[in-house]
């Protein structure tokens, strides 16, 4: 008799699936759970019938999540300020040591979850950000893309080549070099140190927050180095004791901001020509949990 209890192995490849499709963990784990209770649904005799349980989960979790990409846009316009994925740390960033659970565990830190990448997909219709993620992240073939989307395979690959035009695919700077001009910048905001700042930023670049209506957050992006690096000098000197830390966001150096003891921040950058051309600050709690222990 076949085993009627589903895959557990195939838990983390279908929260890396869902993370990028939706960019936020926890709905990411809301949809695994949802996937397996489906499989649960079944009866045995379906179960049996089955040929390919990780496929057949992998389905069902796509298209659970093209579904709430869909109702995504209508939630967005009551989200307070700018939306920004939810940051995930690095297997040696979370608070209390590594657990089972532990965010870095559970998703696969590479290219594919870049703040930046994250937020190109996001400005792609649901029905793109699905083709282009089973096929050019996952590998999936477009006639396996196209039985999970319910559209031809020539449709899937139009979808896909669209949204591909979306991502830059030049190659960006090193790790090093990342890590460097975060630690500059992290010195020119503790130093207060308003022209280092303006020398490390893009006179192009722009800063978003997301706080959600539960922290307070700039609403709207700031535009040009010299505005952004005025505003952190700003930060600094509101009084608050924050202490900020170099950590690895979403498999890249990041910041973070401790108040307390607490994170209250995670930043977030772009780079590009040796200079930051995005700050991504999140400040809404519920997205800072991963950051947490329990």
Not at 91 to 97: A, I, P, V
Not at 147 to 175: E, F, M, N, Y
Not at 190 to 213: K, R, S, V, W
Request: include cysteine; hydrophobic fraction near 40%; charge should be negative.
């Amino acid at each position: 008799m076949t085993d009627p209890h589903p895959p557990f192995g195939e838990r983390r490849p279908l929260t890396n699936l869902a993370y990028r499709l939706l960019g936020s963990l926890a709905d990411a784990e809301d949809v695994v759970q949802e996937t397996y209770a489906r499989w649960y649904t079944l009866s045995e005799r379906q179960r049996q019938e089955v040929a390919a349980p990780g496929a057949w989960l992998t389905t069902v979790a796509s298209r659970i999540c093209l579904d709430l990409l869909g109702s995504a846009r209508a939630r967005r316009e009551r989200y307070v300020g700018e939306w920004i994925p939810e940051p995930v740390p690095g297997r040696s960033d979370q608070l209390g040591g590594s657990t089972p659970t532990d965010p870095a565990d559970r998703v696969t830190l590479d290219e594919s979850i870049s703040m930046a990448f994250l937020v190109v997909l996001d400005s792609m219709t649901p029905a793109e950000r699905v083709a282009f993620v089973l096929h050019d992240v996952f590998r999936y073939s477009f006639a396996e893309v196209a039985d999970i989307v319910g559209r031809t395979p020539a449709a899937c690959r139009q979808l896909a080549s669209s949204a591909r035009r979306r991502v830059d695919t030049s190659r960006g700077p090193s790790s090093t070099e990342r890590a460097e001009l975060v630690l500059a910048f992290k010195r020119a905001w503790e130093t207060m140190d308003i022209e280092a700042m303006i020398g490390l930023l893009d006179p192009q670049a722009i800063a978003t927050a997301d706080g959600g209506g539960l922290a307070p957050a700039f609403r709207e992006p700031i535009y040009g180095g010299e505005q952004i690096a005025e505003l952190w000098m700003e930060i600094a000197n509101r009084g608050q004791a924050l202490t900020v830390l170099e950590r690895t966001v979403n498999g890249q150096p990041g910041l973070v901001a401790q108040l307390d003891g607490a994170i209250v921040s995670v930043y977030a950058f772009d780079i590009a020509d040796g200079r930051i051309t995005r700050i991504w600050a999140i400040r809404n709690p519920e997205k800072l949990r991963p950051w947490t222990a329990d």
